[in-house]
T-cell receptor
Framework: AQTVTQSQPEMSVQEAETVTLSCTYDTSENNYYLFWYKQPPSRQMILVIRQEAYKQQNATENRFSVNFQKAAKSFSLKISDSQLGDTAMYFCARNNFNKFYFGSGTKLNVKP | GAVVSQHPSRVICKSGTSVKIECRSL??????MFWYRQFPKQSLMLMATSNEGSKATYEQGVEKDKFLINHASLTLSTLTVTSAHPEDSSFYIC????????????FGPGTRLLVL
């Protein structure tokens, strides 16, 4: 089954603190890509970060980084120095022959 | 780069009418575009894959006669909801991948459809 699981429906974090969003997935492929997308209240899907499965080094984009554990099929997103503008739905996704499979999403609330 | 636009952003129509939604890749050519549907507080559900110059590929359970897709050029795909009913009310999002990042999808801003 090509599933992506996000087990945290909602999370809260204080401004300037660090938060980690979890994601696990299922695949029989050896090479694939993983993504985190952000969907703010405007509902525009914004690419946050992507990871190529054959690269062991964890991807980093400014305050956003991932912890990619290929054997465990785990792909968590760490947001450092959380900002109010980070408040949004976060979706984990995996591609399979250019089709995307999305998790159910985690609603992140950043509190002032 | 990799900007995708959608038009209209919001549409209200009467039951039984047809509605067309456009998806454009603004700064790249896309041989493949994707159409998603998102219900409130839910994830994105892939409806179909739009292929330039050929028929769209629909996901299981999606009525191809209900949701007509046309990909007439490398920068434009259209989704037409035919004979719309209130249950078709939803948020429709398209996406496309630029040639240099084919594994990554960039999304349009979405279209909110309300059928009365």
């Amino acid at each position: 089954a090509q599933t992506v699981t996000q087990s945290q429906p909602e999370m809260s974090v204080q401004e300037a603190e660090t938060v980690t969003l979890s994601c696990t997935y299922d695949t029989s492929e050896n090479n694939y890509y993983l993504f985190w997308y952000k969907q703010p209240p405007s509902r525009q899907m914004i690419l946050v970060i992507r990871q190529e499965a054959y690269k062991q080094q964890n991807a980093t984009e400014n305050r956003f980084s991932v912890n990619f554990q290929k054997a465990a099929k785990s792909f968590s997103l760490k947001i450092s120095d959380s900002q109010l503008g980070d408040t949004a739905m976060y979706f984990c996704a995996r591609n399979n022959f250019n089709k995307f499979y999305f998790g159910s999403g985690t609603k992140l609330n950043v509190k002032p | 780069g990799a900007v995708v636009s959608q038009h209209p952003s919001r549409v209200i129509c009467k039951s039984g009418t047809s509605v067309k939604i456009e998806c454009r890749s603004l700064d790249f050519q896309a041989t493949t575009m994707f159409w998603y549907r998102q219900f409130p507080k839910q994830s994105l559900m892939l409806m179909a894959t739009s292929n330039e110059g050929s028929k769209a590929t629909y996901e299981q359970g999606v009525e191809k006669d209900k949701f007509l897709i046309n990909h007439a050029s490398l920068t434009l795909s259209t989704l037409t909801v035919t004979s719309a009913h209130p249950e078709d009310s939803s948020f429709y999002i398209c996406s496309a991948s630029p040639p240099t990042w084919q594994e990554t999808q960039y999304f349009g801003p979405g279209t909110r459809l309300l059928v009365l």
